[in-house]
């Protein structure tokens, strides 16, 4: 299984505030990689994904990068509703693996 | 618009086997490319995806689990049944239905779970 390590598990930062997630990949997985948002109580949504690509809908303040085993979510001008556990998951292929999430707090 | 919804059995008892159903609309399930999978969710971890289930009725399952589940279609009735065997305290999670996306990539087909249910704590305790 290709297993999926994001950082940090948490942070919190002010509204305004750019934020960055990063999700590394124990093998490559060229870029097949989605992000999901999961708020407490809600399904979660699909943000990005092929590492790049904003799901339509999804406001332009985050955007993806990355290729091969590493990977970037970067949230620019925080917003009070942007407080979630972001993921990572690897579309490369089955078993479909998960980042264990990181928890963002909008102070 | 896409929705799923996830129902069955809020408690079961360990040993106990758990069916659950996931109803959706918006989508056909005999559409090239289509799938929907199954993930779950324990109190305070990850998502952990389980099964999944493509439009031609071929399937997969995680590794980790493989022995304990199936997943089958009714596309006439637009649904899909997870059953997992055997359930155990630490199989309490909640669980999710969702539409697998087919994504083009250079001639590859990848994996998007684009629309979630809203997901049903199931618990195991006797």
């Known amino acids: 299984d290709i297993q999926m390590t994001q950082s940090p598990s948490s942070l919190s930062a002010s509204v305004g505030d750019r934020v960055a997630i990063t999700c590394r990949a124990s093998?490559?997985?060229?870029?097949?990689l989605n992000w999901y948002q999961h708020r407490p109580g809600k399904a979660p949504k699909l943000l990005i994904y092929?590492?790049?690509t904003l799901e339509s809908g999804v406001p332009s303040r985050f955007s993806g990068s990355g290729s091969e085993t590493d990977f970037t979510l970067t949230i620019s001008g925080l917003q009070p509703e942007d407080s979630a556990t972001y993921y990572c998951q690897q579309s490369y292929g089955a078993p479909w693996t998960f980042g264990q999430g990181t928890n963002l707090e909008i102070k | 618009q896409i929705t799923l919804k996830e129902s069955g059995p809020t408690l079961v008892k360990p040993t106990q086997t758990l069916t659950l159903t996931c109803s959706f609309s918006g989508f056909s399930l005999s559409a090239n490319g289509v799938g929907v999978g199954w993930i779950r969710q324990p109190p305070g971890k990850a998502l952990e995806w389980l099964a999944l289930i493509y439009w031609d009725d071929d399937k997969r399952f995680s590794p980790s689990l493989k022995d304990r589940l199936s997943i089958t279609k009714d596309t006439s009735k637009s649904q899909v049944v997870l059953t997992i065997t055997n359930m155990d305290p630490a199989d309490t999670a909640t669980y999710y239905c969702?539409?697998?996306?087919?994504?083009?990539?250079?001639?590859?087909?990848?994996?998007?779970?684009?629309?979630w249910g809203q997901g049903m704590l199931v618990t195991v305790s006797s």
């Open positions: 092929a590492a790049s």
């Open positions: 093998q490559t997985i060229i870029n097949y």
């Open positions: 969702a539409h697998r996306r087919p994504i083009i990539l250079r001639g590859i087909t990848i994996t998007a779970f684009d629309y």
